[in-house]
């Protein structure tokens, strides 16, 4: 039995969800959160990012939109992207909170096949140090797995963690 238009609907509404998070030892919440609040400063921190460059608004101000490039994929590494082919992404802030040390960004144009992409991130103060979450929710990707995604975000938070962290604890200059 063929399916139905409705049930073609149905898969393609179907989203792929995730959360990663990744403990920081030492650093307060409220010393992690101004490095991610800086919506147009992600590639200080997200491994392989080469590029973060404002596309409209002000940083941290719902609405700004960011254009991030140079990030490898699971569906890059696939060969889905030619050779010299830089992926990237155009972000838009939603929402943004610093009380709850909390923002909501969506993809609004992108080369990798991310459609439906939705994601928040948060800074929850610990007894000792903080821990930041990133929940996502986007339409499945051609060419990945859910898994592939977790492990993409999961893995670049780890590093994004460690390179906070590090800066953080790091002598000042002055």
């Not at 509404?13 to 995730?18: F, I, N, R, S, T």
């Not at 609040?37 to 719902?62: A, M, N, R, Y």
């Amino acid at each position: 039995m063929e399916p139905t238009q409705g049930d073609q609907h149905e898969q393609i509404m179907a989203k792929w969800e995730g959360k990663a998070c990744a403990e920081l030892q030492g650093p307060k919440a409220e010393q992690v959160w101004p490095l991610l609040e800086d919506f147009f400063g992600l590639h200080k921190w997200f491994p392989t990012l080469t590029t973060c460059l404002p596309v409209e608004g002000i940083s941290g101000q719902p609405g700004c939109v960011r254009y991030c490039a140079g990030f490898k994929t699971p569906a890059a590494n696939n060969g889905h992207l030619e050779e010299g082919t830089v992926n990237w992404t155009k972000q838009k802030l939603l929402s943004i909170d610093p009380e709850q040390m909390t923002f909501s960004y969506s993809i609004v144009d992108s080369n990798v096949g991310f459609h439906g992409y939705l994601s928040t991130v948060t800074v929850v103060p610990e007894e000792v140090g903080c821990r930041i979450e990133w929940r996502y929710e986007v339409e499945p990707v051609e060419g990945w797995k859910l898994e592939d995604l977790d492990g993409f975000i999961g893995s670049g938070l780890e590093v994004m963690a460690r390179r906070m962290e590090a800066a953080l604890q790091a002598p000042s200059s002055n």
